[in-house]
């Protein structure tokens, strides 16, 4: 199509030849980030970067995202009383759809939300901020009655390691918190993390896992990784690091989903091949023996990010990591998952409260 101007050829006609060339190769790794994607990915990796945001995420419930599961701290939905399992019935006295959801945090116009809670018709005014799009790991208790008498387990939340923060310093911090507040045993809850900079997740991992090494297999060669207590060194030299050092060594539930992905399911597996803890969940998006690069392509309104697998991982054995991990303990989520929320219920967080709770089953 572009053949007779592949300097010059026009957005509109050479991107969907991309992106057709790049499904043909069978790479769920290798796409086209259409401009506003790319847009979005930009944002997402930009400390202190701001974009017009609710705050919150939702799960699909009758055909529409309307489900609340999370609200990110300090948001404007939080500020506006949401909480997960809220269910979104109408948005400005009209019947709720997620189109004009998108439509309203693009305006930033304030709305009235209808929502039930538990069987309970409410309402909330909800408006969109520009604000940062930092989402850090955060730290929060088990409650008393899902938990055995002798148990105070610590959940560690990491939506993220594309955010453009300290991630994995955070997450030592955090660990430390928990051992000096007493925690016996922690849920990792990597549900619906797509992954972002290894950096981060491979200085985050080091929090679990006293030792990670790997191969990474590029065009040009083979480079050896060593990630131990918050130094990473690539071929021997330091690359990353992280202050004040922490390593969990008590019983630990790393929680998954469909929607753990890429350097998600590189921690997930790090946790299970080491043998330091249990991975609950669901299987993992299966894109997890890879590393990519994002390179930008066009000009202006249509600039747009062009996605390729750059590397394969291996342990130094020559076992290729796996694309996919498979949970130790299965928990299921979808449509069951999502009416227990409704129901004040958080099925993945009993599951791994329950492995946990088995000692047969502790690492």
Not at 8 to 23: D, G, M, R
Not at 125 to 141: G, N, Q
Not at 236 to 253: C, D, F, K, M, Y
Not at 272 to 283: A, D, Y
Request: aromatic share 6%; charged share 20%; hydrophobic share 40%.
């Amino acid at each position: 199509m572009c053949a007779g101007e592949p300097l010059t050829c026009p957005a509109e006609k050479a991107y969907p030849v991309l992106s057709a060339q790049l499904t043909a190769l069978g790479d769920q790794h290798s796409f086209l980030q259409e401009p506003q994607e790319y847009q979005e990915f930009l944002l997402s990796g930009t400390e202190g970067s701001k974009r017009q945001q609710f705050g919150l995420k939702l799960a699909v419930l009758d055909g529409e995202e309307r489900v609340v599961t999370e609200v990110v701290p300090s948001s404007m939905a939080e500020r506006a009383g949401l909480q997960p399992g809220d269910v979104l019935e109408t948005l400005g006295g009209q019947p709720y759809t997620y189109a004009g959801l998108q439509a309203a945090r693009e305006s930033g116009r304030v709305i009235q939300l209808g929502l039930r809670r538990r069987g309970v018709p409410l309402r909330a005014l909800l408006a969109a901020r520009e604000s940062s799009t930092l989402d850090l790991p955060r730290l929060r208790w088990a409650e008393k009655k899902l938990e055995t008498a002798a148990e105070r387990t610590a959940i560690l939340r990491i939506p993220t390691f594309l955010t453009g923060g300290p991630v994995a310093q955070r997450v030592h911090d955090l660990v430390g918190q928990a051992k000096a507040q007493g925690a016996t045993a922690m849920i990792v809850d990597l549900r619906g993390n797509s992954g972002g900079y290894l950096m981060e997740c491979d200085l985050a991992a080091s929090a679990f896992v006293p030792v990670v090494t790997r191969l990474a297999w590029a065009g040009e060669g083979q480079q050896r990784t060593v990630v131990a207590g918050g130094v990473r060194l690539d071929d021997h030299l330091v690359t990353g690091s992280v202050q004040r050092p922490q390593l969990w060594e008590g019983p630990l539930a790393v929680l998954v989903d469909s929607g753990s992905a890429s350097c998600s399911e590189f921690f997930a597996y790090e946790v299970q091949q080491s043998g330091r803890g249990l991975v609950v969940g669901e299987p993992t998006a299966g894109v997890g023996n890879t590393a990519t690069r994002v390179f930008p392509i066009g000009t202006g309104p249509a600039e747009a990010g062009l996605q390729l697998t750059v590397l394969h991982y291996a342990k130094p054995g020559g076992a290729l990591y796996p694309t996919q991990v498979q949970p130790s303990v299965l928990a299921g989520g979808g449509e069951a998952y999502v009416q227990a929320l409704i129901e004040g219920r958080d099925l993945g967080i009993e599951a791994a409260l329950a492995a946990l709770a088995v000692p047969s089953a502790r690492p």
